[in-house]
């Protein structure tokens, strides 16, 4: 009896233990799992950056409200840009060009998928430029767009485009951000017409959007399927605040890694961060030009004497330096030599009153007492400047041109707009002086010229009264069909001295991208391109 209660006792002791050893186990495992769980959650290599607008729907051939960094970070071009105007091989590896240069063939990778696993072949890129095709005007102010007649399919991995007629950029134009870009299968709407909406964002490129709330965030991943170098971060969150101000509050308490892009903080924000010292910052050469626009339609600035005087009678480096703090550079031509076929530099016109003042003397603009405003034939010496209400920039320089051109007896009226309607008066022609900047890399020099020649823009309006108007059309027509180096260098050498002499064209600034981020971040540059995104070299400590 007692033999049997202490077997069964042992029995429940023995069951205790197992028990005891079986959770203790449990708990371990647990542990183990959850430890785990974490080293991968702080292993994830991932950063939060800002921007100042909802991402949009990540459309590769459409335009506002998509984002070009964000459109570049999906999708990929045939062709990329690189310093100096090298063109690159990317999703092709090699093309040539007919001897009339009417026709493009291009030879593909033939390891590039699209982050959805399936190809991306010949077949594929015709059925991109088709959907482009479909909306040819909208996408005509790129010169490619405009020409491009069909797409061919050669064999799988070899695909032809066909222009109406030579337009020797076609290359720099592939290299754009929007709208030569490739789109899977799958994101195709039912009638292929990209322009409208798109099925799903899904491209060759080393990023997928993983997470989209529109205006609140935007979350990248890496994308597994990437055919080229995988960039060291996994994800990247992307928050959307408006408020620049608001952004580096966010930044200065952590919930920010990096502030990058043109126009993400003001300028003072910018050199107050750089000059705190917990920070790093860097800025990039020129990226375009921040330029005056003189309207040669008003009979007064059809005058060479007058855009002369105007020039003369302003303190350009003092006004950039006070403006800008010196982040912004003083620009002395309207295209730097680190664009192709910009050989010369042309000499800065000085800050000289006295050189202004015999400029509108000669004109037959006179002040009747010191300190009035000229006349002549009983009107006023005075003129109209527009600026876009949001950029605090233009303003301030409205404002300093103001009170210098009245020292020579200008007068000028500032008038504030909202920026789409700054643009729509722009392209109509209806203003006398304007801000305007120039596209940058990859679109010029040729961008910049056929602005000259083609009405719509606001820039050909603007040459309509210079001398020999006429040659110089002919001139850019013909050096945007030239098939022959030396002939297109020669062209663009006249074309360009052309603009500069004529002064249609002010020059003020050079902008220059720049980026502020925590000591997290390592290897943090520039794209070469001016609206690719900066994300595929940076890797954290």
């Not at 105007?85 to 026709?103: N, Q, R, T, V, Y």
């Not at 890129?125 to 482009?132: E, G, L, P, S, Y």
């Not at 980026?515 to 954290?540: A, M």
Request: proline share 5%.
């Amino acid at each position: 009896m007692n033999c049997t209660r202490n077997h069964k006792l042992w029995i429940s002791l023995m069951l205790v233990a197992v028990i005891l050893v079986t959770a203790a186990c449990s708990n371990t495992g647990e542990k183990t799992a959850n430890t785990q769980e974490v080293q991968n959650e702080n292993s994830e290599q991932s950063i939060t950056v800002s921007w100042m607008r909802d991402l949009g729907p990540s459309n590769p051939h459409a335009y506002y409200p998509s984002q070009l960094f964000s459109q570049s970070m999906i999708y990929e071009p045939l062709v990329a840009y690189g310093k100096g105007g090298e063109i690159k091989p990317h999703l092709a590896k090699d093309w040539k060009i007919s001897e009339d240069g009417k026709e493009y063939t291009f030879f593909l990778r033939e390891d590039v998928t699209y982050s959805d696993g399936t190809p991306f072949n010949a077949t594929s890129v015709k059925r991109n430029m088709d959907a482009i095709l479909q909306n040819k005007t909208t996408h005509s102010w790129l010169g490619t767009a405009k020409l491009l007649e069909r797409a061919e399919v050669v064999d799988e991995f070899t695909v032809k485009l066909v222009m109406s007629e030579p337009y020797y950029p076609v290359l720099q134009d592939l290299t754009t951000v929007r709208p030569f870009r490739f789109l899977a299968d799958a994101g195709f709407p039912e009638d292929d017409n990209t322009l409208e909406h798109i099925a799903a964002p899904i491209g060759t490129g080393p990023w997928i959007l993983q997470e989209y709330k529109q205006d609140e965030y935007s979350v990248f991943v890496k994308n597994p399927n990437y055919w080229g170098e995988q960039p060291a971060l996994d994800k990247i969150t992307v928050r959307i605040i408006p408020d620049a101000e608001t952004r580096v509050m966010a930044f200065e308490k952590g919930e920010l890694d990096l502030i990058f892009g043109e126009g993400s903080i003001s300028l003072d924000s910018f050199t107050g961060l750089r000059d705190d010292g917990r920070y790093k910052t860097d800025l990039s050469g020129p990226v375009g030009t921040r330029n005056l626009i003189i309207n040669t339609q008003n009979e007064k600035l059809a005058d060479i004497r007058v855009r002369l005087a105007l020039q003369h009678g302003f303190d350009k480096v003092a006004l950039v330096k006070g403006i800008t703090s010196d982040v912004e550079q003083v620009a002395d031509q309207v295209i730097t030599t680190d664009y192709p076929y910009v050989k010369r530099t042309y000499a800065p016109l000085s800050y000289d009153t006295a050189k202004a003042e015999s400029y509108l003397e000669e004109a037959g603009w006179r002040l009747s007492a010191p300190g009035g405003v000229r006349e002549k034939n009983g009107e006023q010496l005075s003129f109209e400047l527009m600026y876009d209400t949001t950029d605090r920039i233009q303003k301030a320089m409205g404002e300093a041109l103001q009170a210098e051109w009245s020292a020579i007896g200008v007068k000028v009226k500032l008038t504030g707009i909202e920026l789409a309607e700054q643009t729509k008066r722009f392209r109509a022609g209806n203003y006398e002086l304007n801000f305007w900047f120039n596209s940058g890399v990859p679109y010029d020099p040729h961008t910049l010229v056929n602005a000259v020649a083609e009405p719509t823009f606001g820039v050909a309006e603007a040459h309509t009264n210079i001398p020999d108007k006429d040659k110089l059309d002919k001139q850019i027509h013909q050096v945007l069909a030239s098939v022959n180096e030396q002939e297109r260098q020669e062209l663009y050498d006249a074309i360009l001295d052309t603009i500069h002499q004529q002064a249609v064209i002010v020059p003020l600034s050079y902008i220059r991208q720049y980026t502020v981020y925590n000591d997290r971040l390592d290897n943090v540059t520039f794209p070469d391109s001016r609206w690719d995104h900066p994300f595929n070299s940076i890797r954290l400590k």
